[in-house]
Each structure stands twice: as structure tokens, then as C-alpha cells.
């Protein structure tokens, strides 16, 4: 009995993370040196909006990024191996899609200490593919 429960959780556990897994598409890896912007192009039903973010301080292994997207300003503060790992920007209002709004979330993966590098992995969800994302030219 215990091992058909065993199986179960494992059966349940291996199908939710095929399905949750999808949910989030690995766009790039992305290395900045200190204030050094990112710019990525947000296209979606014929409009263009600018995301940009950049690190300006890494001090006690928290890495400062500030951000802007849509004329909204933000800083966040993102450690390495914490829950604060990431932050999610909104792409769209919520209109009729409310549950189903894209976004990128963009993950602190390393710091490299000796070149001063901070290095991310920027990720797409959006289920219904209407989203384009392209590196602005500098």
C-alpha cells in the first residue's frame, strides 16, 4: 500500500511540474557590468513599450537593480539562493485576460565578484503567445 502511495505522489509530483514548467519559456541569459542598461523591446497588438533594468550595487551578497517599464520606476533588491531571487514585471493591463496576464520575470543567478558581473535569466510567460520581446539597439 505504501508503495502505491509512493508511486501516486511521485506520478502527481512529475505531471504538475510538466505542467507548471511550461508555464514560464527561458528567453536569455543576460551579463551587466555595474550600470550598464538592459533594454529589451515589449511588442504586443501593434504597441511597443520599453522595459529597461540595471544593477547599480552589490554590497552584503544583495545585488541593487533598478527597472522601468511603461513609465512605472521600481528598485528591487535580489540575493542569491533567497526567495528574493527575482522580480516579475506585468506586461499587460489585466483587462478580460485577469487571470492570465504575461510577464517576464527576471532571476539573479551570479555575481561574479572579480569582474564585477552580474549575470540573470530573464523568462516569458504568456499562455496565449502574444508577446514578442527584442533586444533595443543601444
Request: aromatic share 14%.
Amino acid at each position: 500500500m505504501q508503495s502505491i502511495l509512493q508511486f501516486f505522489l511521485t506520478a502527481l509530483f512529475l505531471c504538475s511540474t510538466a505542467v507548471f514548467a511550461s508555464d514560464l519559456r527561458d528567453v536569455q541569459e543576460i551579463s551587466l557590468k555595474k550600470d550598464e542598461p538592459k533594454k529589451i523591446l515589449v511588442k504586443y497588438d501593434n504597441k511597443t513599450r520599453l522595459f529597461t533594468f540595471r544593477w547599480t550595487l552589490y554590497t552584503n551578497e544583495g545585488l541593487v537593480v533598478l527597472r522601468s517599464y511603461d513609465k512605472h520606476v521600481a528598485q528591487n533588491i535580489l540575493y542569491l539562493n533567497h526567495k528574493n531571487q527575482s522580480f516579475r514585471v506585468t506586461l499587460k493591463t489585466p483587462g478580460a485576460d485577469f487571470y492570465n496576464i504575461p510577464y517576464i520575470l527576471v532571476k539573479f543567478k551570479e555575481f561574479d565578484v572579480k569582474k564585477n558581473i552580474a549575470k540573470f535569466e530573464l523568462y516569458l510567460s504568456d499562455d496565449k503567445e502574444q508577446i514578442r520581446l527584442e533586444t533595443a539597439k543601444k
